[in-house]
């Protein structure tokens, strides 16, 4: 099946195998984990229109009941403008914050900035 044939889920499906996989292969080959299975990893999302909108929602309710089930430590900004993304990003990265989810379709080259400076 080409690329214009796969839907979202087969996707979304493929990144998440390919990410467990990677980690099953580092830790049978004597690798370490990475450093947030330690703890709760701490998410922060960004969002430049309100939670509401239908895809930022969905980020947002699955991260969400990931907080309410203590896997993870969750916050949050909505409605940031585009020419506010980089200093909002950059807070969150200072307030330790190890993993960003967002819709950067605008504000690639901010969010590129920030996450080469802090390894996001």
Do not use: C
Not at 2 to 29: E, P
Request: no cysteine; net charge neutral; charged share 20%.
């Amino acid at each position: 099946m080409g690329v214009v044939g796969m839907t979202r889920r087969a996707v979304l499906g493929g990144v998440a195998t390919a990410a467990f996989g990677a980690v099953a292969v580092a830790a049978a080959a004597g690798g370490s984990l990475p450093a947030f299975a330690e703890g709760k990893l701490k998410v922060a999302g960004i969002y430049t229109v309100p939670i509401e909108q239908q895809w930022v929602s969905r980020i947002h309710v699955a991260l969400k009941a990931a907080a309410d089930r203590g896997d993870i430590e969750y916050v949050w900004a909505e409605s940031v403008a585009n020419t506010d993304y980089e200093r909002v990003m950059r807070q969150y990265a200072e307030a330790g914050q190890q993993l960003v989810f967002g819709e950067v379709f605008g504000v690639e080259r901010a969010a590129r900035a920030v996450a080469k400076d802090y390894r996001l």
